[in-house]
């Protein structure tokens, strides 16, 4: 395009822009008139001519966001016009762009130019192969100019950035063989800026290495200090380098095009061993600016990110890890030296380091395992850091040592074992300080994380966060070193529930001041967080503890003594939110304890050992009757109910039901079953039933049908079937037929471990009877239009579904198929109201894919007949239906086709078409079935060859679902 005056209506038009511009950054813009304004400025942009015009405005305007919306008008012609404008028009604003940019880069604000040279690079990008490789020809010689120096590398980075998205443009391919000339430009300014910002003492990058033989600076070293090419520390190395903002820029720019180079590029054609050198000199460097070092990190964590190891760098992987521990160590002492002065080391050189952690850890550690047994010293670092850093920069520490505990847990091929035995101590040590860091009376920073006015610990997400991760840290270290962090575990439990037993009398009563309430809360945190801990390393406790038993008793007398003093006291009522919470939590480690009680029990080899056990079953009973008998929450009961199953389910029940408060409660809380909530119902039926379901001793089975505990037995299973008989015509009696379902779930959870027992064997009819019962009422509750149909067939749906899971294998064939034919035959007409209706075939199709997907082929004859009529009948209105009930009948369909069901081939095929037509309607849950359906399909080889095509297509209709991208993928190769 040739120079042309500027008219005094293009200067009107700029006017008009940057006052629109200015109008729509103003404050207090109305959303009308913002519309008004971006709709303006949307038309402006898809003029034919508007390049044109922005041209002259980036000539011509000092205003900033109008450059950049000239800027970003040009990126718009290039992305949706360029096809069209003609060649000449082309080259007019490439060759403006080069103009401008070589002479006002330096004087645009960041935001602008960056704009120009993004849309500079596209045009570079669909431009022709010569254009391109001269346009990249171009930006090699900007890098190599004094006054285009900057705008070179910052063009780099863009082609570097552009090139990530478009790695299938002809014209990326053509950049691979210029790469090492365009590092070498980069490598130079690096070169460049690192020797201008050392001091006189300092040579720089003077030394090279020899590609040949066996690189002296990636030799595996004998000490972190010698893994360095210079001997002074990374502290008096970065307080020797001056920096100023230009030099700043210019490195970060080169670094960050580098990263996105190491991010495509194969390695190998990039990582030479100048480029190591010199990314591992710039990693150190955390201050003046943490950019610098950061940058250079995240280079080496997108090489290690691929888990790569060069193959023409000699011992690698040794040199990496021997950087890892110097610069680890050169850190702790920049965050200490900075701490003594009131500052602190830049936050994103640490998160670029602890991911540069990461990665070694997940990807190379198992190479150096057999050779470097010892990373004592490394894990005592990590823990160092740890205690240095803030709330976002420790849970990703935690993040690795959860990762590195994996490595050991997972090892199934024995990689780890040497490592793992020479450095126990070490990860004790870890184990110890990470647990230190979850309890708030000893973590000022926890500890500010929970709000004295909190109800409750569920409610602070920060709080809860930071103690999952320490919690994930500590269990997975006591897994993988029991004899050594187990009693730590063990001698922190006993000191937090001392510490709370202790403050008890200081805040009981009215006037508590507000920090003896403060510090008695963070002390019930604490003692959560050690339950936490406790419970998730209950069974290794069972075995550990039986060569420890003074500290399993000394930890089971505590938490009972806490809780009677508790329960005695009047901290309940002063305190109702702090210890109710306790409470529960101490409920909860009683339980996690059950299984070491168990084991205890059994091996106990003297009756004054089993007299003092039982003498503790006792003190356990008394205090889940304690906790009933009070005026507990719901929390609080559903804790102590779930106690009461666990002793029930994990003691040897004889042993139970001699306890003299066994009855004593199991008669509490028969009387007091309705007022419990529902989950709280189903544990303690569930503790009652398997208190008298157990096969007793000097017991024939005859007499067991008739003794007084099967009879006790036979009154729980039959009170089901009484309420469920009743007329559903009261609030009350919909109220206790919720219930009743609620207690045959508990009934079908003690039978499902006491099927042995002729006790249950008495009983089986009763629950059959219960259920058989509660679907008759349901269905002629709903032909009465009765307003809570829908609920309640939801909570019989629940209930039957539980019942086959916990003993629908000893339930007869017989049985099964009646229900079955009983719910298909009724569901359509189970009401008039079309609403009601679908609500209910929502929970009652739920119901028959639970029970197709568990009986499979022995649902044959009439119960399957009826099954596949109900379909038909559906079949025909589906595409009316809601979503919900689209989803149950394909829930049923999919259960059908991957069962052994024998069905008519015509007529699976048609299911199966239903099922590739929903998966292609565009609803997720309903496609995840349908793939599901077909994964199921290819590993049991039951896909017909009329089948293949059509699913192929579905399949490839839904790849934009890139959450299922690899799974549809991997179909899709079994297919084709």
């Known amino acids: 395009m040739t120079t042309h005056a500027v008219s005094e209506e293009t200067e009107e038009q700029l006017a008009g822009l940057e006052s629109l511009i200015e109008e729509l ?69 490439r060759s403006f762009l080069v103009d401008f940019l070589e002479n006002n880069f330096e004087d645009c604000k960041h935001f602008v130019r960056n704009k120009l040279v993004v849309t500079l690079v596209k045009i570079g990008l669909v431009s022709s192969g010569d254009e391109f490789t001269a346009f990249v020809e171009h930006c090699g010689m900007w890098c190599e100019g004094d006054t285009t120096n900057l705008l070179g590398l910052v063009a780099v980075k863009t082609i570097a950035e552009e090139c990530v998205h478009s790695l299938s443009n002809p014209n990326v391919q053509l950049l691979k063989p210029m790469l090492p000339q365009l590092l070498s430009f980069l490598q130079a300014v690096l070169e460049k800026v ?40 990374a502290q008096e190395e970065s307080e020797s380098l001056h920096f100023n903002s230009r030099s700043v820029t210019k490195a970060v720019t080169c670094l960050e095009a580098m990263g996105l180079f190491f991010s495509w590029v194969p390695i190998a054609d990039l990582l030479t061993e100048e480029v190591f ?108 850091l740890a205690n240095s850093v803030d709330y976002c920069l420790f849970m990703k520490l935690m993040h690795v040592f959860s990762e590195l505990s994996d490595l050991f847990i997972e090892d199934e091929l024995g990689i780890f074992v040497e490592m793992g035995a020479a450095n126990e101590p070490a990860f004790v040590a870890v184990a110890q300080g990470v647990a230190q860091k979850a309890f708030a009376t000893k973590n000022e920073e926890l500890a500010d994380l929970i709000d004295p006015a909190a109800e409750t610990l569920d409610d602070l997400y920060e709080y809860q966060s930071y103690t999952t991760a320490c919690v994930d840290v500590v269990v997975k270290i006591c897994r993988t070193h029991s004899n050594e962090s187990l009693p730590m575990v063990g001698s922190l439990f006993i000191e937090l529930v001392s510490s709370a037993f202790a403050q008890i009398d200081t805040i009981k009563g009215g006037n508590v001041s507000d920090e003896d309430n403060h510090v008695f809360q963070l002390t019930c945190a604490d003692v959560s967080c050690v339950c936490k801990i406790l419970a998730s390393v209950a069974d290794v406790f069972a075995t550990f503890f039986l060569s420890h038993s003074s500290m399993g008793f000394e930890m089971m007398n505590g938490t009972l003594e806490a809780l009677n003093t508790l329960m005695l006291s009047e901290v309940q009522h002063a305190n109702p939110i702090v210890a109710n919470v306790l409470i529960v939590h101490l409920l909860s480690s009683l339980e996690s304890l059950c299984p070491w009680l168990c084991q205890a029990l059994l091996q106990a080899e003297t009756q004054e050992d089993i007299n003092t056990l039982q003498e503790m079953i006792d003190r356990i009973m008394e205090v889940i009757t304690q906790v009933l008998m009070s005026s507990s929450t719901p929390t609080m009961s559903i804790s102590a109910c779930s106690l009461f199953t666990q002793v029930t389910k994990r003691i040897p029940l004889q042993i139970i039901y ?51 505990r099967t009879t006790s037995l036979k009154e729980i299973v039959q009170y089901p079937s009484s309420i469920f008989s009743a007329s559903l015509q009261t609030d009350e009696s919909i109220y206790e037929f919720t219930h009743a379902c609620v207690i045959v779930q508990g009934i079908s959870h003690a039978f499902a471990s006491s099927m042995g027992s002729s006790a249950v064997r008495a009983c089986m009819e009763d629950v059959q009877e ?11 509750y709903s032909r009465q239009g009765g307003s809570k149909a829908p609920k309640l067939t939801g909570e019989m749906v629940t209930m039957v579904k539980a019942v086959v899971d916990d003993i629908g294998s000893k339930l007869p064939t017989k049985w099964s198929r009646s229900v079955v034919s009983v719910i298909a ?70 259960a059908i086709i991957s069962s052994r069901i024998c069905v008519d081939c015509e007529q699976m ?22 793939l599901k359906t077909v ?9 017909s060859e009329d089948q293949v095509q059509p699913t192929i297509d579905a399949l490839k209709h839904a790849q934009t679902y890139t959450t299922k991208q690899e799974r549809i993928n991997a179909a899709l190769s079994a297919l084709q």
Not at 770 to 780: D, G, K, L, M, P
């Open 25 to 93: 950054s103003s404050y207090g813009i109305d959303n009308e008139r913002k519309r008004e304004i971006e709709e303006t400025l949307l038309q402006f942009k898809s003029q034919h001519h508007a390049w044109y015009l922005v041209m002259d405005f980036l000539r011509l305007s000092n205003n900033d966001h109008a450059l950049f919306y000239a800027a970003s008008v040009l990126e718009y012609v290039v992305e949706s016009k360029w096809m069209s404008i003609e060649d000449e028009d082309k080259e007019a604003i």
């Open 194 to 233: 690192y020797s201008d910002a050392q001091s006189f003492s300092r040579i720089g990058f003077s030394r090279r290495v020899s590609r040949s033989g066996s690189p002296s600076s990636l030799a595996p070293r004998s000490s972190p200090a010698d893994s360095m090419l210079q001997t002074t520390t």
């Open 277 to 384: 050198n010199i990314l591992r000199e710039y990693s150190k460097i955390y201050q003046p600016d943490g950019r610098i070092g950061a940058s250079a990190m995240r280079c080496f964590n997108e090489i290690h990110s691929k888990k790569m190891v060069p193959p023409h760098l000699a011992g690698y992987v040794d040199t990496v890890y021997d950087m890892l521990e110097a610069h680890l160590m050169y850190l702790l002492d920049g965050i200490r030296n900075n701490a003594r002065l009131n500052n602190s080391v830049d936050e994103d050189y640490i998160d670029a380091f602890i991911e540069f952690l990461r990665l070694f850890v997940v990807n190379y550690l198992a190479r150096i395992a057999t050779s470097t047994t010892n990373i004592s010293d490394l894990l005592g670092s990590m823990l160092q």
């Open 658 to 708: 001699e306890a003299d408060s066994c009855r004593q409660l199991a008669s509490l809380v028969k009387e007091n079953l309705s007022s419990l909530p529902d989950r709280a119902q189903v544990f303690a039926i569930s503790a009652i039933c398997s208190l008298y379901c157990v096969k007793w001793k000097n017991v024939s089975n005859d007499e067991q049908k008739w003794d007084e």
């Open 770 to 780: 219960a259920v058989q019962t509660s679907i008759e009422t349901i269905f002629e």
């Open 825 to 894: 035959n009724n569901a359509m007409g189970c009401c008039e109201d079309t609403s009601m209706l679908e609500e209910m075939l929502v929970e009652l199709l739920d119901m028959l894919s639970a029970l197709v997907e568990y009986y499979e082929e022995r649902l044959g004859g009439d119960a399957l007949d009826s099954v596949l009529q109900l379909i038909e009948d559906i079949l025909p209105f589906l595409s009316d239906t809601q979503i919900t009930t689209q989803r149950a009948v394909a829930g049923l369909l999919a």
């Open 909 to 930: 095929n048609g299911y199966f078409n239903v099922l590739v037509e929903s998966g292609v309607s565009g609803d997720l849950v309903l496609f995840d079935i349908f």
């Open 935 to 943: 994964e199921a399909a290819i590993q049991q080889n039951k896909l």
